[in-house]
């Protein structure tokens, strides 16, 4: 059993050295992917979720909290006691924003003419954080005029805005867990959905089926190389963003490890659903790219936010299984939490995978049955 | 792990073997025997269906209703008993084109369970025999189409298997190199491997020991190509087959 696999995996193995071009571009493309994507787009966004903690409680405060309630960018999720309690809520995920109001932001601005009010955002994604920064800033300003009216000594509402888990802006926080997600599924679904399909189109499928090979043997000899190459895509996308982009890693680098191999196998098991219904190489290419590369593109948040799509596309979005791993990386590399809160990602990725191979075990059988 | 050597009189057997695919019978209710060390022609226009009735035989598809053994084995209750037991070369190449002659056959060698030691004595013969030394190195892919099938051919052997299933196996070669290639399935009969071949030459039925013709799923006529030849009064297996196509109803695929 052992040898047969070896004898497999080596001339699977083959298969891919022989392909030179091919070879570079898996290799090449998630270097090139890295840099290109450097220069992400920006966009408007609506409905953001954010949380306010007003630890004034005035009818000053009370109207700026209305004012921002009553923008098309914010939905206040939550009030909260105090700042601490957001960073719990930044961490699951839940909010975008914080703002926190001051003591005696009313009798402040009465008696100094002048408050603050603390903006925290969530830049991991620059795009979004930074802008939905500028708007609070447009808002205050705003506000801070409409007060103004009729007064001899104008009043100042002057925001402090902070930027949380990527002070710098950095883009590369946004896309290098994009880019993950993109690679390993095009090496996964389309390297492996295409190598099986290959077989059944040169007519070697037949001699497989016809040896005492066992059909998973044969799946799990073909897509073992595939695995060891994203392996190794893995480890040079992390080396290339902390020692090139200087991105650090936050959290548990075994996890991330880990659960980057979780979405490789759930990869991996759709490139064996879209082989398992196609016979040519075309169709299982067209598949992967409209079935699986766009999607990941357009739906997993990488590209543009999920919170501005409208309805059916985000519920959509979440048969995106690019979507749950992006969340992962974003979390796990990026903001630095652990299991307990990525448990509902990870379950997701894990019953995707376990419907993809049940799913193609079905087919197969299915195939045996009426051929 | 291995069965017990199984005792069987006939090669293949099958009795009153059928596939359905919905309404439509592309097999029905076949019957036949074929003995060890027999060369055995099945042949059938396109559609006739010798190809599903050859899948059947090799476990790669479920019989409908009906039996049939294989080495002894049942096709539908032990198909993998069957595939140990059995050679498989199909009408399109059985070989890796971007792999080198030495590295398809360690591999076919390979997931048949050879030794090492096997496979280096097996493939040094092998290579010795087709001549082909010269070329162990060579991707298959710059081999003549002759050579290729010859080597498909040894390399579905090469585990000794007790059964060889040929499906048109001499498609868009030469006659000369037809030829040669019917010498190294006599060499094999004679040293006792049973060949079940579809063709579409007739020439090369007159080869076969006996021979069999599917017209619309059923078996229309099987005996020795000199006893199908007399009973149908004609001078070649050509005018035997074309007689017997004709009375086909079903369109061909």
Redesign the interface.
């Known amino acids: 059993m052992k040898?047969?696999f070896?004898?497999?995996v080596?001339?699977e193995w083959?298969?891919i050295w022989?392909?030179k071009k091919t070879l570079f571009i898996l290799f090449g493309l998630p270097v090139v992917q890295i840099i290109i994507f450097g220069f992400a787009l920006t966009n408007e966004i609506k409905n953001a979720r954010i949380a306010v903690v007003d630890r004034s409680r005035d009818a000053l405060s009370q109207q700026y909290i209305q004012r921002i309630e009553a923008s098309r960018y914010f939905d206040i999720e939550s009030m909260l006691g105090s700042a601490n309690e957001a960073d719990a809520e930044f961490r699951k995920g839940k909010i975008k924003l914080v703002v926190v109001i001051p003591e005696n932001f009313g009798s402040d601005i009465r008696h100094q003419n002048k408050t603050q009010v603390q903006v925290i955002a969530d830049v991991s994604d620059p795009n979004t954080g930074t802008t939905l920064g500028t708007y609070i800033q447009a808002i205050t300003a705003d506000f801070q005029s409409d007060i103004n009216q009729g007064q001899k000594l104008p009043y100042t509402i002057q925001p402090e805005v902070r930027m949380l888990y990527n002070p710098q802006l950095k883009g590369a926080y946004n896309f290098v867990p994009g880019v993950m997600a993109m690679v390993l599924m095009l090496i996964c679904t389309l390297m492996t959905s295409i190598a099986i399909v290959k077989e059944k189109e040169?007519?070697?499928m037949?001699?497989?089926?016809?040896?005492?090979?066992k059909p998973v043997l044969v799946i799990l000899a073909k897509s073992t190389p595939y695995l060891l190459l994203s392996a190794v895509n893995i480890v040079s996308i992390l080396l290339l963003s902390v020692f090139v982009l200087g991105l650090p890693i936050a959290g548990n680098l075994a996890l991330l490890i880990g659960l980057s191999l979780l979405f490789t196998i759930t990869s991996l098991s759709f490139g064996m659903l879209i082989s398992s219904i196609t016979a040519s190489q075309q169709t299982a290419m067209l598949i992967s790219l409209m079935g699986l590369f766009l999607p990941t593109l357009m739906l997993s948040g990488f590209m543009f936010p999920i919170e501005n799509m409208p309805l059916p596309l985000k519920v959509m979005s979440n048969l995106v299984p690019a979507k749950w791993y992006f969340f992962i990386v974003k979390a796990v590399m990026i903001k630095g939490v652990g299991m307990a809160i990525i448990w509902k990602e990870t379950l997701i990725l894990t019953v995707m995978t376990i419907v993809f191979l049940a799913l193609s075990i079905r087919k197969y059988n299915i195939r045996?049955?009426?051929? | 792990m291995k069965n017990p050597e199984k005792h069987y009189e006939y090669a293949i057997t099958a009795d009153a073997l059928s596939k359905h695919f919905g309404d439509f019978t592309a097999v029905d209710r076949i019957t036949f025997n074929v003995r060890r060390g027999e060369i055995f022609g099945f042949l059938g226009a396109n559609g006739a269906g010798k190809t599903t009735a050859m899948r059947m035989l090799c476990g790669l598809s479920k019989p409908s209703s009906g039996e049939a053994t294989v080495a002894g084995y049942d096709v539908a209750a032990q198909p993998e008993d069957i595939k140990r037991n059995i050679g498989y070369m199909s009408q399109k190449f059985s070989l890796y084109e971007d792999l080198t002659v030495t590295e398809n056959i360690r591999f076919f060698a390979g997931i048949y369970g050879l030794s090492d030691a096997a496979i280096r004595e097996k493939s040094a013969s092998l290579l010795r025999h087709l001549q082909l030394e010269a070329e162990k190195n060579k991707l298959v892919q710059s081999l003549p189409l002759g050579w290729k099938q010859k080597l498909a051919f040894s390399i579905a052997i090469i585990h000794e298997p007790k059964i060889v299933f040929l499906d048109e196996p001499t498609g868009g070669v030469d006659p000369l190199t037809r030829r040669e290639f019917w010498e190294m399935i006599y060499t094999s009969a004679r040293q006792g491997t049973t060949i079940f071949v579809t063709t579409h030459y007739m020439d090369e039925a007159e080869y076969c020991h006996r021979v069999s013709i599917m017209v619309d799923g059923r078996i229309a006529a099987l005996d020795t190509p000199a006893a199908l030849k007399k009973h149908f009064g004609a001078a070649s297996m050509n005018e035997v087959f074309l007689q017997l196509a004709r009375q086909a109803t079903r369109q061909a695929d």
């Open positions: 040898e047969q070896l004898a497999f080596r001339k083959f298969h022989r392909d040169t007519g070697t037949e001699v497989l089926l016809v040896s005492p090979l045996l049955a009426n051929h």
